[in-house]
């Protein structure tokens, strides 16, 4: 009897004999994707964004950016004045700190000039002039809201620059931090009393210049300064005029600055800083340093690999297998599936892959070294060989690629864009990688097999397309005097005999080694024909090679290991395989239930424990605590008190604008803009419209508590058009359109109420807005920020239902408060992906094992999984935001394979007795499991020393997931099945599905 012919037969063939034509086609697939993906200039590395991660289905989120691609319309065709408007990307925040603590002081002439030299360095420049906010000037620069600009009091209005005046130095020797010389107080309070007068700007106000310690002593711990940019730069119409480009020309003038800011401090004062651009930056360089870790893990898995599989080349080729999977896969996720977003976070689906691939290298390969135990390893074998590994470790394999993706798929259903597109990411990377390691790698395996024998003989090492493999017939391999077609063995004899379950194989009781005890005839399906015309037969542990002839009852074992070339290994069990066997199984089936019992304990505790964490109180952040972003975070929320110049909430109430239609745009284009959708029902000529606006604006001004001031256009125009001796509010629609046309054209209006009055060009009022600035800060805790979005979304309904209906207003929040409803989404969206992604596992599990009571064991696993690690993450301190959302989507992809390995294989046993097939399991997947943990440890290792803390996060949740994984896998799951597990045929879905 021949190999049998069904497909999947002769791809495990044409793998084992076509090395050379498997590695041609996979490099072509791969340099094809890479060509299409590059050559087309479809990869891009994005820049994350508030928006990758907002709630999609968020309503701040949505009229917030509503209200700004309104202003964008309203600009097309249109010209502003030159540097008229803050740009606030563009704006750099200083802030000193005196060292020393409580007893240092800032304000020292010392001191002073420091913080001349550094504002004096970036606005005494050629380039100044081009770049810095006009205000109220028009004509040249605003000067910083900086002390130093009264300290130094000549000012040059042509650049902004600050000059020092040598007749008017007030602060020489008045501040030293010993001498506090009290004759020189009058000079320091008189910039004192001119900085609180009413004749001053507000934004000049010492609210915002020192920090809380300042008082009657004059001393001051911290003091602070703004740096604005101006836009429309020259040779731009407006803000919205090749937005990208302008942005880019102040990006790059303020990154010049970054290391001379970086090295401003010295032993008395700490020089911090804010700017959006140098923030951008100095995030990409952290993550790329932690991206650099990768070259670590890969180093670690391949040197793992190399000792498991006794083998460089096996080792390196299995990493090769793995980085294969990520072109292909974005060639798909790209080019296929249209996908357009793509981060740092697809990037970290490589540590994840890295643990996968190894670990489905080392089935493979494990597998392999068990049909030597079983079928020998004479050449005449081999084929039988590669199709027995092919058919039971590619079925092995599929059940736990088939569950990880499961689990990733649910994660691709988010409403996040960011974590949406990670599940569909790793879910191609990891179906991929299947499709390489049961193609690619079984013919890496192919090319290091014949070498070993060529070597093992004498011979010249060969190339993989030096020695044509398995290519004879089989008449012309057999030795004479032997039936060829029983040579090889049957579709039944390829499997192990734990695949058939109608006959089991010779077996040995777990107890007693001595004897065996067939369960069935001699003629069993769990022996085969070897080449001399004996039978062999085999346990489901693999301890034993036993030959028979035709009369042999039960010979003993040979008492060499000689059959054909060693390959580097014996068809002798391995030590770990020994243990399994003989220590571990013996263990758990006698304090199997304690093993359970414990179980139960980490069950109750984990979901104890993952109960109670709760979205954050106070405010996260992924970067170093030494970060200067951090760090000036930290001074301008701890060390400062509120003031309308710091960075304060503002509420933009805004009429006309009913919402933004997306259908035009697929999920990805978060960061493109949709098309406006005005409200037909708005009209501001109507006197009760107008009379709204002016009402809202002093019932907003009334919130003394809440709000330091609003900026309403409707109270200049009213007092513009009193000025013209007009009533207000107007009657005559074309007369009120045309005299506040007229009024959004003045320079006063632009600089105070910049964009509330939206005309087009074709000078249609399509929006008006007021803004109103909060005493809220931006840098607060979600429960803070909670708390402002309901009030404000309160008071907007309260003045909607005493508005008309030309007037219904909305508001545009502050860009945090969207986080409130994306926090509160990340929770429920990731308890639900949990549920949903274990009930598809046990859908899967049943699929895969045709069992209901293993899937059911399983699946209890898998939940004492995910709880056990989600309660350490409670005692860790974490809470939970986005960040462990993210890494419990980590958490259910992984905690499923070790479960899924030893459930299949457990049902595929042959064996009717729970003991044997909990003893197959473990002996011939124990070692594979404990060195896919090892690889997947080692993976995450360096992320330990990332400076991104949330890359110390996944890798902390990697470790205590691998470390469940083998306590729920090895521990309590063989345990529940060597106690509870069904036998026989018990439990099989088998029967249910023929009656359907």
């Given at each position: 009897?021949?190999?049998?012919?069904?497909?999947?037969?002769?791809?495990?063939?044409?793998?084992?004999?076509?090395?050379?034509?498997?590695?041609?086609?996979?490099?072509?697939?791969?340099?094809?994707?890479?060509?299409?993906?590059?050559?087309?200039?479809?990869?891009?590395?994005?820049?994350?964004?508030?928006?990758?991660?907002?709630?999609?289905?968020?309503?701040?989120?949505?009229?917030?950016?509503?209200?700004?691609?309104?202003?964008?319309?309203?600009?097309?065709?249109?010209?502003?004045?030159?540097?008229?408007?803050?740009?606030?990307?563009?704006?750099?925040?200083?802030?000193?700190?005196?060292?020393?603590?409580?007893?240092?002081?800032?304000?020292?002439?010392?001191?002073?000039?420091?913080?001349?030299?550094?504002?004096?360095?970036?606005?005494?420049?050629?380039?100044?002039?081009?770049?810095?906010?006009?205000?109220?000037?028009?004509?040249?620069?605003?000067?910083?809201?900086?002390?130093?600009?009264?300290?130094?009091?000549?000012?040059?209005?042509?650049?902004?620059?600050?000059?020092?005046?040598?007749?008017?130095?007030?602060?020489?020797?008045?501040?030293?931090?010993?001498?506090?010389?009290?004759?020189?107080?009058?000079?320091?309070?008189?910039?004192?009393?001119?900085?609180?007068?009413?004749?001053?700007?507000?934004?000049?106000?010492?609210?915002?210049?020192?920090?809380?310690?300042?008082?009657?002593?004059?001393?001051?711990?911290?003091?602070?300064?703004?740096?604005?940019?101006?836009?429309?730069?020259?040779?731009?119409?407006?803000?919205?005029?090749?937005?990208?480009?302008?942005?880019?020309?102040?990006?790059?003038?303020?990154?010049?600055?970054?290391?001379?800011?970086?090295?401003?401090?010295?032993?008395?004062?700490?020089?911090?800083?804010?700017?959006?651009?140098?923030?951008?930056?100095?995030?990409?360089?952290?993550?790329?340093?932690?991206?650099?870790?990768?070259?670590?893990?890969?180093?670690?898995?391949?040197?793992?690999?190399?000792?498991?599989?006794?083998?460089?080349?096996?080792?390196?080729?299995?990493?090769?297998?793995?980085?294969?999977?990520?072109?292909?896969?974005?060639?798909?996720?790209?080019?296929?599936?249209?996908?357009?977003?793509?981060?740092?976070?697809?990037?970290?689906?490589?540590?994840?892959?890295?643990?996968?691939?190894?670990?489905?290298?080392?089935?493979?390969?494990?597998?392999?070294?068990?049909?030597g135990q079983m079928y020998g390893t004479t050449e005449e074998v081999d084929l039988a060989r590669a199709q027995f590994t092919f058919n039971v470790a590619s079925r092995s394999m599929f059940s736990t690629t088939l569950t990880t993706m499961v689990a990733f798929s649910a994660t691709a259903l988010s409403e996040i864009p960011s974590i949406s597109a990670f599940g569909v990411y790793a879910l191609l990377v990891v179906g991929l990688n299947y499709l390489l390691v049961i193609t690619f790698f079984p013919a890496a395996l192919s090319v290091f097999h014949h070498r070993?024998?060529?070597?093992?003989?004498?011979?010249?090492?060969?190339?993989?397309?030096?020695?044509?493999?398995?290519?004879?017939?089989?008449?012309?391999?057999?030795?004479?005097?032997?039936?060829?077609?029983?040579?090889?063995?049957?579709?039944?004899?390829?499997?192990?005999?734990?695949?058939?379950?109608?006959?089991?194989?010779?077996?040995?009781?777990?107890?007693?080694?001595?004897?065996?005890?067939?369960?069935?005839?001699?003629?069993?399906?769990?022996?085969?024909?070897?080449?001399?015309?004996?039978?062999?037969?085999?346990?489901?542990?693999?301890?034993?090679?036993?030959?028979?002839?035709?009369?042999?009852?039960?010979?003993?074992?040979?008492?060499?290991?000689?059959?054909?070339?060693?390959?580097?290994?014996?068809?002798?069990?391995?030590?770990?395989?020994?243990?399994?066997?003989?220590?571990?199984?013996?263990?758990?089936?006698?304090?199997?239930?304690?093993?359970?019992?414990?179980?139960?304990?980490?069950?109750?505790?984990?979901?104890?424990?993952?109960?109670?964490?709760?979205?954050?109180?106070?405010?996260?952040?992924?970067?170093?605590?030494?970060?200067?972003?951090?760090?000036?975070?930290?001074?301008?929320?701890?060390?400062?008190?509120?003031?309308?110049?710091?960075?304060?909430?503002?509420?933009?109430?805004?009429?006309?604008?009913?919402?933004?239609?997306?259908?035009?745009?697929?999920?990805?284009?978060?960061?493109?803009?949709?098309?406006?959708?005005?409200?037909?029902?708005?009209?501001?000529?109507?006197?009760?419209?107008?009379?709204?606006?002016?009402?809202?604006?002093?019932?907003?001004?009334?919130?003394?508590?809440?709000?330091?001031?609003?900026?309403?256009?409707?109270?200049?125009?009213?007092?513009?058009?009193?000025?013209?001796?007009?009533?207000?509010?107007?009657?005559?629609?074309?007369?009120?359109?045309?005299?506040?046309?007229?009024?959004?054209?003045?320079?006063?209006?632009?600089?105070?109420?910049?964009?509330?009055?939206?005309?087009?060009?074709?000078?249609?009022?399509?929006?008006?807005?007021?803004?109103?600035?909060?005493?809220?800060?931006?840098?607060?805790?979600?429960?803070?920020?909670?708390?402002?979005?309901?009030?404000?979304?309160?008071?907007?309904?309260?003045?909607?239902?005493?508005?008309?209906?030309?007037?219904?207003?909305?508001?545009?929040?502050?860009?945090?408060?969207?986080?409130?409803?994306?926090?509160?989404?990340?929770?429920?969206?990731?308890?639900?992906?949990?549920?949903?992604?274990?009930?598809?596992?046990?859908?899967?599990?049943?699929?895969?094992?045709?069992?209901?009571?293993?899937?059911?064991?399983?699946?209890?696993?898998?939940?004492?999984?995910?709880?056990?690690?989600?309660?350490?993450?409670?005692?860790?301190?974490?809470?939970?935001?986005?960040?462990?959302?993210?890494?419990?989507?980590?958490?259910?992809?992984?905690?499923?394979?070790?479960?899924?390995?030893?459930?299949?294989?457990?049902?595929?046993?042959?064996?009717?007795?729970?003991?044997?097939?909990?003893?197959?399991?473990?002996?011939?997947?124990?070692?594979?499991?404990?060195?896919?943990?090892?690889?997947?440890?080692?993976?995450?290792?360096?992320?330990?020393?990332?400076?991104?803390?949330?890359?110390?996060?996944?890798?902390?949740?990697?470790?205590?997931?691998?470390?469940?994984?083998?306590?729920?896998?090895?521990?309590?799951?063989?345990?529940?099945?060597?106690?509870?597990?069904?036998?026989?045929?018990?439990?099989?879905?088998?029967?249910?599905?023929?009656?359907?």
């Amino acid at each position: 009897m021949g190999l049998p012919d069904h497909p999947e037969s002769r791809l495990a063939r044409f793998l084992f004999r076509r090395p050379c034509t498997v590695f041609l086609l996979t490099f072509i697939a791969v340099f094809i994707s890479i060509g299409t993906t590059f050559g087309a200039g479809l990869f891009e590395f994005n820049t994350d964004s508030e928006r990758d991660f907002q709630y999609a289905g968020s309503t701040a989120a949505r009229t917030e950016q509503a209200y700004q691609v309104a202003q964008k319309a309203v600009l097309v065709g249109q010209t502003q004045s030159e540097r008229s408007i803050e740009f606030q990307r563009g704006r750099l925040t200083l802030v000193y700190l005196a060292r020393g603590g409580s007893d240092g002081n800032v304000l020292t002439s010392a001191n002073i000039a420091l913080m001349h030299s550094i504002e004096n360095m970036v606005t005494n420049t050629s380039k100044w002039p081009e770049l810095c906010f006009a205000g109220s000037a028009f004509n040249g620069c605003s000067a910083p809201a900086s002390l130093v600009s009264y300290v130094y009091a000549q000012h040059n209005a042509s650049n902004g620059a600050l000059t020092a005046n040598a007749t008017a130095d007030f602060l020489s020797g008045a501040l030293d931090a010993t001498g506090r010389n009290a004759s020189q107080y009058g000079n320091l309070t008189d910039i004192l009393v001119a900085l609180n007068s009413a004749a001053l700007e507000q934004r000049d106000s010492t609210s915002y210049f020192f920090g809380n310690g300042f008082d009657t002593t004059l001393r001051a711990g911290a003091v602070r300064a703004r740096i604005d940019v101006g836009v429309p730069l020259q040779g731009f119409a407006s803000e919205q005029d090749r937005e990208k480009d302008q942005e880019d020309i102040v990006d790059n003038y303020m990154k010049e600055f970054r290391s001379a800011l970086d090295d401003a401090s010295t032993d008395d004062v700490e020089v911090l800083y804010s700017n959006a651009a140098i923030s951008n930056e100095i995030v990409t360089e952290l993550v790329q340093r932690d991206f650099a870790f990768v070259v670590g893990s890969i180093t670690v898995v391949f040197l793992y690999m190399a000792f498991h599989t006794r083998s460089f080349f096996l080792a390196g080729l299995g990493i090769v297998n793995v980085l294969c999977a990520f072109p292909l896969a974005y060639f798909f996720y790209r080019v296929i599936f249209q996908v357009t977003y793509f981060s740092f976070m697809q990037v970290l689906v490589i540590f994840l892959i890295l643990g996968i691939g190894a670990d489905d290298v080392f089935i493979y390969v494990d597998t392999w070294k068990l049909s030597g135990q079983m079928y020998g390893t004479t050449e005449e074998v081999d084929l039988a060989r590669a199709q027995f590994t092919f058919n039971v470790a590619s079925r092995s394999m599929f059940s736990t690629t088939l569950t990880t993706m499961v689990a990733f798929s649910a994660t691709a259903l988010s409403e996040i864009p960011s974590i949406s597109a990670f599940g569909v990411y790793a879910l191609l990377v990891v179906g991929l990688n299947y499709l390489l390691v049961i193609t690619f790698f079984p013919a890496a395996l192919s090319v290091f097999h014949h070498r070993e024998r060529r070597i093992a003989r004498g011979l010249a090492r060969p190339t993989c397309c030096l020695v044509p493999v398995g290519r004879k017939k089989v008449s012309e391999i057999a030795p004479s005097g032997t039936d060829s077609s029983n040579v090889y063995p049957t579709e039944h004899d390829v499997e192990m005999a734990s695949l058939e379950r109608g006959d089991s194989p010779a077996v040995k009781p777990s107890g007693d080694r001595s004897t065996a005890s067939p369960t069935r005839s001699h003629e069993s399906k769990g022996a085969h024909a070897n080449g001399n015309g004996t039978t062999v037969a085999f346990h489901a542990g693999a301890d034993t090679v036993k030959e028979r002839g035709s009369g042999d009852a039960d010979p003993a074992p040979p008492t060499d290991y000689t059959r054909g070339i060693s390959m580097g290994y014996s068809i002798e069990p391995r030590k770990m395989e020994v243990f399994f066997r003989d220590t571990f199984t013996p263990f758990l089936h006698t304090k199997g239930k304690f093993v359970i019992a414990f179980g139960a304990v980490l069950l109750i505790l984990g979901a104890v424990f993952t109960a109670q964490l709760r979205p954050p109180t106070e405010v996260e952040t992924v970067l170093p605590s030494d970060s200067v972003i951090i760090k000036f975070d930290d001074a301008m929320r701890d060390d400062f008190p509120a003031s309308p110049l710091a960075d304060m909430t503002e509420v933009h109430i805004f009429w006309g604008v009913d919402g933004e239609d997306r259908s035009g745009l697929s999920f990805w284009d978060f960061d493109e803009d949709g098309t406006i959708v005005w409200d037909t029902a708005f009209d501001l000529s109507l006197p009760s419209s107008q009379s709204t606006v002016l009402n809202v604006c002093g019932n907003a001004s009334a919130l003394t508590e809440r709000v330091f001031s609003v900026a309403c256009f409707m109270e200049g125009f009213k007092s513009y058009v009193e000025g013209k001796s007009i009533a207000f509010p107007m009657t005559n629609a074309t007369q009120f359109y045309e005299e506040l046309y007229a009024f959004s054209q003045l320079d006063t209006t632009v600089r105070d109420y910049p964009n509330q009055i939206g005309f087009d060009a074709s000078r249609v009022l399509r929006y008006a807005a007021v803004k109103v600035l909060t005493k809220t800060r931006s840098i607060v805790s979600v429960p803070e920020n909670r708390d402002r979005l309901d009030f404000w979304t309160a008071f907007i309904a309260e003045q909607n239902a005493m508005s008309p209906a030309a007037a219904q207003m909305k508001q545009s929040t502050f860009q945090a408060w969207s986080w409130v409803e994306t926090n509160e989404y990340i929770l429920s969206s990731t308890v639900l992906s949990i549920a949903v992604s274990m009930a598809l596992a046990y859908a899967v599990l049943i699929f895969v094992t045709g069992n209901w009571i293993i899937a059911s064991l399983a699946t209890v696993c898998i939940v004492g999984i995910v709880v056990d690690v989600l309660g350490c993450a409670w005692l860790l301190g974490w809470s939970f935001s986005f960040v462990e959302a993210l890494v419990a989507i980590v958490l259910i992809g992984y905690s499923v394979d070790f479960v899924v390995h030893l459930g299949h294989r457990y049902t595929e046993c042959a064996f009717d007795d729970r003991v044997k097939r909990v003893e197959t399991a473990a002996t011939q997947l124990g070692i594979s499991i404990v060195a896919g943990a090892i690889t997947t440890f080692g993976s995450s290792l360096f992320l330990f020393f990332a400076k991104i803390t949330f890359f110390v996060k996944f890798a902390t949740v990697m470790a205590l997931t691998i470390a469940f994984s083998l306590t729920w896998s090895l521990a309590i799951f063989l345990s529940l099945c060597i106690t509870y597990g069904p036998e026989g045929s018990k439990g099989s879905v088998e029967p249910l599905i023929q009656k359907c």
